[in-house]
Each structure stands twice: as structure tokens, then as C-alpha cells.
């Protein structure tokens, strides 16, 4: 069973606009941890931002916030004041208790225009 | 502080041949994961090694194989190459394999078997 959906389609964004990307995820644990990460075409996956399933703050790291909405499995992710250099793959992800066994999503292109 | 290392970051085999991928982890980390992402089947995982034992495995034929060393570097070895092993192989790591630990992954090997 698919434990991370992201649907979006490719997007074009302009430059300094803000974008969300949408992920759900299905879990029975109620310990896990969420992730995103962004693949620029050079291929390596870049750590963005995590979300405890008890953290009770959304998190935020610089220009990127995570929208935890628990009750309905879902964790967007807002990339604010978008610049160039955020064209890339994004790919959400989730770890279930006690292991860095990570479930992927599809991931979401992100091209920004200027 | 270096973020994770993998080498070689290019490889070409061909069919029937082995291959060996390495991954230094982030000074202080003991936790490695592996990955392997390709266009059709997105990001996998296939293992993972704490402490120089391998916690977890994923669904994957016994060609592929791992193991970690006690400073803690991760090798994973594929035997008897197949065309279908042309991937992209990320490695990760974190602290510990728990719920609260942010996992940061490496450049990854680009894998072409011709």
C-alpha cells in the first residue's frame, strides 16, 4: 500500500511567489517522523525540513514551513519567496518508529520562472 | 562539518559483473541507509546497518548485500550485474535509527550497466 502520495503535477512558479506542494501519508504508528527533501537535476537529495508526529509546532527552516495538519495525514510543504535555485524535484517522505526505513513519495517538479 | 561522502560518483559495468559503492557518513553518525532510485520505481529502500549490523532490509534479491565497518563507513555490493540495476544509489545517515533523527543523504552513484 502507497504510504506517501504526492499528486501535483510539474509546476511552474514565479520567482519571489510562494508554493505548496501537497503530501498525505498513511500511517498506523503513531511515532513517525516526515521529511522533505529536494533533488536538484545534479542528483543529490537535500534535507529541507522534518516534522515529528508529536511535535507540536509546525516546523520551519528558513523559507521552508511544513503545514501539519495530523487529523487528515497531511504535510505540505510552503517554500516561500521562491528564487531560481528551488527548481528541482521535491520528494516528501516518512519514517515510521525505531528505523530510518524511509517511504518516498513520487515527488513534485518544481520549476521556477523569472 | 562534511555532510556524506559516497564514491565513485559515476560507474559503468556491464551485465555479470560486481560492483562496490561506498558511503562515508557524517562524523559521529552510526546509522546508514541505503537507497536505490530509477525513473520507474522512484526511491527503494534496501537496507540499513546501526552499529555494524544490519537493522533492516528491503525488498530486494540476495545480489545486492551491504555491511558497515566499525567507523561506522557502509559499503553495499551488487553481484552478477543486470540492466536493470542502472540506477541512481543514495546513501543516508543519521545519528541513531530513531523516530526524532533527521536522516541527510550523500550524492549518490550513478550506476550504468551496459
Known amino acids: 500500500a502507497q504510504k506517501i502520495t504526492q499528486t501535483q503535477p510539474g509546476m511552474f512558479v514565479q520567482e519571489k511567489e510562494a508554493v505548496t506542494l501537497d503530501c498525505t501519508y498513511d500511517?498506523?504508528?503513531?511515532?513517525?517522523?516526515l521529511f522533505w527533501y529536494k533533488q536538484p537535476s545534479s542528483g543529490e537529495m537535500i534535507f529541507l525540513i522534518y516534522?515529528?508526529?508529536?511535535?507540536?509546532q509546525n516546523a520551519t527552516e528558513g523559507r521552508y514551513s511544513l503545514n501539519f495538519q495530523k487529523a487528515r495525514k497531511s504535510a505540505n510543504l510552503v517554500i516561500s519567496a521562491s528564487q531560481l535555485g528551488d527548481s528541482a524535484m521535491y520528494f516528501c517522505a516518512m519514517r515510521e518508529r525505531g528505523n530510518n526505513r524511509l517511504a518516498f513519495g513520487k515527488g513534485n517538479q518544481v520549476v521556477v520562472i523569472p | 562539518k562534511a555532510g556524506v561522502t559516497q564514491t565513485p560518483r559515476y560507474l559503468i559495468k556491464t551485465r555479470g559483473q560486481q560492483v562496490t559503492l561506498s558511503c562515508s557518513p557524517i562524523s559521529g553518525h552510526r546509522s546508514v541507509s541505503w537507497y536505490q532510485q530509477t525513473p520507474g520505481q522512484g526511491l527503494q529502500f534496501l537496507f540499513e546497518y546501526f552499529s555494524e549490523t544490519q537493522r533492516n532490509k528491503g525488498n530486494f534479491p540476495g545480489r545486492f548485500s551491504g555491511r558497515q565497518f566499525s567507523n561506522s563507513r557502509s559499503e553495499m555490493n551488487v553481484s552478477t550485474l543486470e540492466l536493470g540495476d542502472s540506477a541512481l544509489y543514495l546513501c543516508?545517515?543519521?545519528?541513531?535509527?530513531?523516530?526524532?533523527?533527521?536522516?541527510?543523504f550523500g550524492s549518490g552513484t550513478q550506476l550504468s550497466v551496459l
Open positions: 516534522q515529528g508526529s508529536y511535535d507540536q
Open positions: 543516508a545517515s543519521s545519528g541513531s535509527p530513531d523516530s526524532n533523527e533527521k536522516l541527510f
Open positions: 500511517t498506523s504508528d503513531p511515532s513517525y517522523g
